[in-house]
């Protein structure tokens, strides 16, 4: 077997070069892009996170008045600014719950069904859907349209949120006056919870009930 000669081998080293050379570069290349534009990417999340923070908590405590009254004007420009600047982030759907319960102390039951709606049709999180959807369903109770609110209430549910929901659909059984079911959801909500938290306002409403009964 005869070895390869200096002009064999820098031809061999050429040829796989020819081969490989490039698509190592170019694939070396684009791995460098794809880390650089993540890390962008991670910075520019987190400086959007900041600064929707610092707005919402503008929101939550720049937007009264001296006499400690909602300023419409002021909730309207900083809830605007934070869906419009910031509407990727949670904040601005903090800041709509925030929006809703001023409507609702307010009176503005339609105004505060609204900017929940558009939390529940597409929430950033579990959590924040959840919380919208049982605002929302107890704003559509305050608007009589308590068969409405349990249809938000229908379908899977986190354990961590299983004894609100239930204690809340309850108290829309109750203004249904179905009061069998107002009890089992009660019990249901009661079974969710320890033994020191089933205390209290939720064992009220079993013992109101009990006492219809009687």
């Known amino acids: 077997m005869t070895s390869r000669t200096e002009d064999e081998e820098l031809a061999l080293i050429k040829d796989w070069w020819q081969r490989n050379g490039k698509p190592l570069l170019t694939g070396g290349a684009l791995a460098l892009v794809v880390v650089l534009g993540w890390q962008a990417w991670q910075r520019y999340q987190t400086t ?19 006499e400690g009254q909602p300023d419409a004007a002021k909730i309207a420009d900083l809830s605007g ?10 904040y601005a759907q903090y800041g709509s719950l925030f929006v809703a319960k001023v409507a609702v102390e307010s009176g503005r039951l339609d105004d505060a069904a609204n900017e929940l709606k558009a939390v529940v049709d597409k929430p950033f999180d579990a959590t924040l859907g959840e919380l919208a959807k049982q605002r929302l369903a107890r704003v559509l109770a ?12 229908d379908g899977e549910v986190d354990n961590a949120y299983l004894a609100t929901r239930e204690e809340l659909r309850g108290d829309l059984l109750v203004q249904l006056k179905r009061t069998d079911d107002a009890r089992a959801a009660y019990e249901k909500a009661k ?18 009930l009990a006492k219809g009964d009687a």
Do not use: I
């Open 191 to 208: 079974g969710a919870l320890t033994e020191e938290a089933a205390v209290g306002g939720l064992q009220m409403k079993l013992d109101d």
């Open 81 to 90: 600014k934070l869906k419009s600047e910031f509407g990727g982030t949670a």
């Open 142 to 153: 305050a608007q009589n349209k308590a068969e409405d609110a349990l249809k938000l209430l």
């Open 48 to 66: 959007q996170s900041q600064n929707a923070s610092v707005l919402y908590q503008d929101l939550l405590q720049t937007a009264l008045t001296p």
